[in-house]
């Protein structure tokens, strides 16, 4: 996105608060964006930036044919010629393409300016994410964050179907709008490296380079972190660590800060059981350390069937409320990393022989 600076003149509303004769001579500077108040296709006028990130922003627009507004999202301007991130953007568009979910953001159109400019136009959410209600709350209730998992699993059990995997589930994913009387409606956002299993050839092509990793490794399975085969037990995997986050205010493996040590604290230890860090029923144990199995095998085999797990729970254990607690939890990190190299022989939850070749870490018959 091109982005300059306009000198605005003084005016009553845009003024700063004057203090002495000297702030009389101030004047604001506001960002000007070239986007706002364009016509995009025709169609949509640019209204409010709402977002901004690394390859592009998101628009308030109104969608002047069907008079509602929607969210448009608009590839950087930075990044117009690079071929990786106009295939990312266009991957995100195939993927909502086929999904038409009610807990998925629901897209209309992808397009492209007259200057070549690729946009989505999207469902405008009006809440606000799970990660945002995390951070203002602290750490949620059992019950709510079960409620929330569930749509969650509903959503994924249609991607799943039409061989779609996110990929990159996290908090900052998982949107919570109101819809009548439920102030939880989940909306499931940012397919933006979700991987097409089966379709066209565009589709099929994996976008990472080999070596390479993208997305956000606090949430990410080990067999993601190593290269291995993406299927649906790696959104399993994310939603059994956003679980445990919500309900104890804490991620099961920690917050360590690089990959290698990320993986390490997975192949090398337990997360505490949910009930014993937080006013969790014990029902809910076996089913989030499930989710949590270092094998893919022995996971969730789908979404749904995780869901209904969830369900049994909701529906059998009385909804109690708990102490709140401060959540002091750093933000992922999210982006491009080097995949780690390892023999992904899984048995039993463990890595047996050959021995990993991970940097930094020891397999358990070498540790003397």
């Not at 059992?142 to 061989?163: E, F, G, N, P, Y």
Request: net charge negative.
């Amino acid at each position: 996105m091109i982005v300059a600076l306009h000198v605005a003149p003084p005016s009553h509303d845009r003024m700063l608060p004057m203090k002495d004769d000297a702030d009389a001579e101030r004047t604001t500077v506001a960002p000007y964006d070239p986007f706002v108040g364009q016509v995009l296709a025709r169609r949509y006028r640019v209204e409010q930036r709402l977002a901004v990130g690394g390859f592009g922003a998101v628009y308030r627009a109104r969608d002047l044919f069907d008079r509602r507004d929607v969210a448009v999202k608009v590839v950087n301007a930075n990044h117009a010629g690079n071929a990786g991130v106009a295939a990312r953007f266009r991957r995100e568009a195939a993927a909502l393409r086929r999904l038409n979910h009610r807990h998925t953001v629901a897209m209309y159109e992808l397009g492209e300016t007259d200057a070549g400019t690729l946009f989505i136009a999207m469902e405008l959410l009006r809440g606000k994410s799970l990660w945002d209600e995390f951070q203002l709350q602290g750490r949620l209730p059992w019950w709510r964050t079960l409620k929330i998992v569930r749509m969650v699993c509903s959503a994924l059990a249609q991607a799943h179907a039409l061989d779609i995997i996110h990929r990159d589930l996290k908090p900052e994913n998982i949107h919570l709008e109101r819809d009548g009387d439920e102030l939880d409606f989940v909306k499931v956002v940012d397919f933006g490296i979700a991987k097409i299993l089966r379709g066209s050839s565009d589709e099929t092509s994996d976008l990472t380079h080999s070596g390479q990793m993208i997305g956000t490794f606090d949430y990410m399975a080990p067999e993601q972190m190593v290269s291995g085969d993406v299927g649906p037990a790696c959104d399993i995997f994310t939603l059994g660590v956003v679980s445990y986050e919500m309900i104890t205010g804490a991620r099961p493996f920690g917050t360590p800060g690089t990959t290698s040590a990320m993986l390490n604290a997975i192949l090398h230890s337990t997360p505490a059981p949910i009930s014993t860090r937080a006013a969790a029923p014990r029902e809910l144990d076996p089913i989030v350390a499930r989710c949590l199995m270092r094998d893919p095998g022995k996971r969730y085999a789908y979404a749904d069937e995780l869901g209904a797990d969830l369900e049994r729970v909701l529906a059998s254990v009385p909804e109690t409320d708990e102490d709140r607690t401060e959540t002091k939890i750093r933000p992922a990190t999210t982006g491009s990393f080097a995949a780690e190299e390892a023999t992904t022989n899984w048995e039993e939850g463990e890595l047996v022989k050959p021995a990993t070749t991970l940097p930094g870490i020891l397999p358990p018959w070498l540790r003397r």
